[in-house]
Nanobody, 122 residues
């Protein structure tokens, strides 16, 4: 069992930056691939970024590539999402997830955080 807690969200202006953190419980963090997803009002949950167990490989959806960076610190049981050049369309609830598989499908992940709101004003 893995428990995930996101932090770092909030209200920012377009062009600003935010760093989301996701702290995981347990001693098996390093055995999980990690992902970030977001869900805007009235829309389905969408993939944002993923990172493999070691942190050596990352994968992004096209709309955030070059603006967002996913990273992890296995010693701290934490995964991060650095979000730069934020746009109003990035407004959503952001979720981190842990899974045995590495990919962009929600079905690849077994554990989910409760989500954290990010609002980008124009």
């Amino acid at each position: 069992q893995v428990q995930l807690v996101e932090s770092g969200g909030g209200l920012v202006q377009a062009g600003d930056s935010l760093r989301l953190s996701c702290a995981a419980s347990g001693r098996t963090f390093g055995s999980y691939a990690m992902g970030w997803f977001h869900q805007a009002p009235g829309k389905e949950r969408e993939f944002v970024a993923a990172i493999n167990r070691s942190g050596g490989n990352t994968y992004y959806t096209g709309t955030v590539k070059g603006r967002f960076t996913i990273s992890r610190d296995n010693a701290k049981n934490t995964v991060y999402l650095q979000m730069n050049s934020l746009k109003p369309e990035d407004t959503a609830v952001y979720y981190c997830a842990a899974g045995r598989s590495y990919g962009g499908s929600p079905g690849a992940y077994d554990y989910w955080g409760q989500g954290i709101q990010v609002i980008v004003s124009s």
